[in-house]
T-cell receptor, first 111, second 112 residues
Framework: TQLLEQSPQFLSIQEGENLTVYCNSSSVFSSLQWYRQEPGEGPVLLVTVVTGGEVKKLKRLTFQFGDARKDSSLHITAAQPGDTGLYLC???????????FGRGTSLIVHP | DVKVTQSSRYLVKRTGEKVFLECVQD?????MFWYRQDPGLGLRLIYFSYDVKMKEKGDIPEGYSVSREKKERFSLILESASTNQTSMYLC???????????FGDGTRLSIL
């Protein structure tokens, strides 16, 4: 079973601060996804990374896939209250299309 | 805009009832999934389907069954609801061979 550990579990910050969320595993993934879930809603796909060392940017969000494809990070610059939500990483490997989900990082950005 | 639609946002049922949760997607996806989400436990896969009339057990299938008679529709059935099945239920879909998924808005189910 592939396990994904996310850290930190909770994060409470002020508007304008920067933050990084981590997603780590001992398994190698062929692809890794990041989702954001707002309260009472379903997760929404933010990005998919597939190449070791890959960096993708989505406005103020920067996603990085580790060189060995075992870990990933999400960095948010100048966080805004609209960034509040649960951030989930999910990875699939070994030819499977069934992802394993981390337990998520709950982010609150205070105005 | 592509969508995964779950039939109810909130549902309250009684112990022992048979409960049906419906999910419809308009993206022509081959794969469909049912998860439950509980605080501290994350998303846990109940069942998935990779084609019409095909189904596979996920990590926690006990107490649940599924039906996929049409490509766009995937139903989750609680055969005899119990209080420990109170949870947020999420439906998702994806293209064949792809791990990235599109989710519905969820059904918050309470079993009394």
């Amino acid at each position: 079973t592939q396990l994904l550990e996310q850290s930190p579990q909770f994060l409470s910050i002020q508007e304008g601060e920067n933050l990084t969320v981590y997603c780590n595993s001992s398994s190698v993934f062929s692809s890794l996804q990041w989702y954001r879930q707002e309260p009472g809603e379903g997760p929404v796909l933010l990005v998919t990374v597939v190449t070791g060392g890959e960096v993708k940017k989505l406005k103020r969000l920067t996603f990085q896939f580790g060189d060995a494809r075992k870990d990933s990070s999400l960095h948010i610059t100048a966080a805004q209250p609209g960034d509040t939500g649960l951030y989930l990483c999910a990875g699939a490997g070994g030819g499977s299309y069934i992802p394993t989900f981390g337990r998520g990082t709950s982010l609150i950005v205070h105005p | 805009d592509v969508k995964v639609t779950q039939s109810s946002r909130y549902l309250v049922k009684r112990t022992g009832e048979k409960v049906f949760l419906e999910c419809v997607q308009d993206m022509d996806h081959e794969n469909m999934f049912w998860y439950r989400q509980d605080p501290g436990l994350g998303l846990r896969l109940i069942y998935f389907s990779y084609d019409v009339k095909m189904k596979e057990k996920g990590d926690i299938p006990e107490g649940y069954s599924v039906s996929r008679e049409k490509k766009e529709r995937f139903s989750l059935i609680l055969e005899s609801a119990s209080t420990n099945q109170t949870s947020m239920y999420l439906c998702a879909s994806s293209f064949r061979g792809q791990a990235s998924q599109h989710f519905g808005d969820g059904t918050r189910l309470s079993i009394l």
